[in-house]
């Protein structure tokens, strides 16, 4: 039911319902959690993932409100000239100075799929570009592959390369050349399984970084 004013949308009451027994639940737990999370947010975490409905960043990790800053869109991309993903990055590394940048893909990612496929919309096609990139450069690679594979073998690739790219990042570079602690992983989830894999790809320097960027994988 409308809380705010006297209209008759209940399209979304089971919605508001579950947001009822969600907070019943957490100062069941803690009762003063909410005054906690209202006075500010100090993430370790900035995870940077795909916008499937089937990855939620907190859950996966079993973290809290408040533990995890996060970034999301189709197919966990980094690109240099996306102002919302340079943005969202400055501001976890300069004001949040978060510890961790997690990049995480999915094994099964529609969007490496569709990139594998070609033939979208044109600007679902134009954002799937670099994917498109990877799956041509690997092509020897993929040829050994049955097309499951391939599109989970490129949903690795694809984190590697968000990796190496969240490495080109101004905020991230200056961070390095600072001294902040600042490490650079890329993850893969398995909604199969539900499983967080590391792709041991860390990156926490510059000299790591310039050597990661020039790297043929
Ligand atoms: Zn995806």
Redesign the pocket.
Known sequence: MCTKCSCTDHSLDPLFENNQRWIDGIISEDPEFFKKLAKQQNPEYFWIG???SR?PANEIMGLMPGEVFVHRN???MVNSSDMNCLTVVQYAVEILKVKHIIVTG?YG????KAAIEGNNPDMIEHWLRPIRKYYQRASKEMAQLTKQQQVDRLCEINVIEQVRNVCHIPAVRKAWEKGQHLEVHGLIFGIHDGRLQNLCTTIDNLADAEAFVMRED
């Open positions: 795909c916008s499937d990855v189709v197919a966990n999915h990612c529609g969007g490496v």
